[in-house]
């Protein structure tokens, strides 16, 4: 698919205490975080309004380098990976 956008919309059935996403939710979810970022609007134990994006938790990568030809070439890459949005 070559869509620019998807949105999902999940809500909990009448009577449920939480929302669980199921296995097929947390793969959309996934792909959606590997190609872009995944938010979520939902409501802590107060009830209070809490909006989480994978925006604020960016995927740390660790590259173990071992010569400093290796260490140009990692930083050249990373300067050149295009911003998610």
């Given amino acids: 698919m070559n869509g620019k956008r998807v949105k999902t919309e999940i809500t909990k059935s009448a009577g449920e205490e939480r929302l669980e996403a199921s296995p097929h939710y947390r793969a959309m979810?996934?792909?959606?975080?590997?190609?872009?970022?995944?938010?979520?609007?939902?409501?802590?134990?107060?009830?209070?309004?809490?909006?989480l994006s994978t925006?604020?938790?960016?995927?740390?990568?660790?590259?173990?380098?071992?010569?400093?030809?290796?260490?140009?070439?990692?930083?050249r890459v990373v300067a050149e990976r295009p911003e998610r949005e």
Wanted: aromatic share 4%; no cysteine.
């Fill in 55 to 75: 925006k604020s938790y960016p995927d740390e990568i660790e590259v173990p380098l071992t010569d400093e030809a290796n260490r140009s070439i990692m930083t």
């Fill in 29 to 51: 979810a996934e792909l959606a975080k590997d190609n872009g970022y995944v938010s979520g609007t939902g409501r802590d134990e107060n009830g209070e309004v809490i909006q």
